[in-house]
């Protein structure tokens, strides 16, 4: 089954047909930066920082956030050898979705309106998610599954997609945070019970913000 607003694999019956001969898999198994969005649409914006992102760091991004697998990111390395023009299709798709959630939700934050043309690459992937629940038969077992009207790559997004979209839906009340640290400018979902979390992590800005507090004050007090 696609899950469309975790970090889940699609099923073997959405993936493309494997078309493509392997070549070296691109590798998250150690040093792995730490997700820590909350959002699948927000992690999008944090590891990606900027729309102009190559190939093959948006295959890192996919495979590290489990949208695929190793076997299929080594199939996929090489698609702008054998097919240029779908690779170039879905990393144009994949850039215009990036830059388009990070003025939706900057602007969300700012409490300011959403312009149409920053939904519409949302929307222009959502589109292609259209299908249906159908009962599918694997090895004796009968499981409900969700299967596309329609293949292609786009689908690698549709979860990213989806989770923007539903994160817009919540509008002013949506806990949609930026870390305090001035330098940083991750943004999070607030899923903490007070609802006042600042830091994107407390290992990554939180603890620094207090050393650097402490220092401070240390300071203070022998002068």
């Given at each position: ?132 629940d159908e009962l599918l038969d694997q090895n004796g ?83």
């Open positions: 089954m696609l899950y469309l607003t975790g970090y889940e694999l699609p099923s073997a019956s959405l993936r493309s047909p494997n078309r493509f001969p392997k070549v070296n898999t691109l590798d998250h198994s150690s040093n792995s930066p730490v997700l820590i969005g909350g959002r699948l649409s927000l992690d999008f914006l944090n590891e990606l920082k900027s729309s102009n992102f190559s190939w093959e760091e948006l295959l890192g991004f996919l495979l590290l956030t489990r949208i695929i697998s190793s076997e299929r990111s080594s199939q996929l390395l090489s698609l702008p050898k054998y097919d240029p023009q779908s690779a170039a299709s879905l990393l144009g798709k994949a850039q215009r979705l990036h830059e388009s959630l990070g003025e939706t939700f900057h602007a969300l934050l700012g409490k300011e309106a959403l312009s149409p043309k920053w939904i519409e690459p949302i929307n222009e992937v959502l589109r292609i998610t259209e299908g249906h077992k009968w499981s409900l599954e969700f299967v596309a009207r329609e293949g292609g790559l786009a689908w690698l997004l549709a979860a990213i997609a989806r989770s923007a979209a539903e994160l817009l839906a919540e509008g002013p009340s949506a806990r949609l945070r930026v870390c305090s640290n001035p330098t940083c400018g991750l943004l999070f979902y607030d899923n903490s019970r007070t609802r006042r979390r600042r830091w994107c992590s407390m290992s990554r800005c939180g603890n620094r913000h207090k050393v650097a507090a402490f220092s401070r004050r240390h300071a203070a007090g022998r002068g």
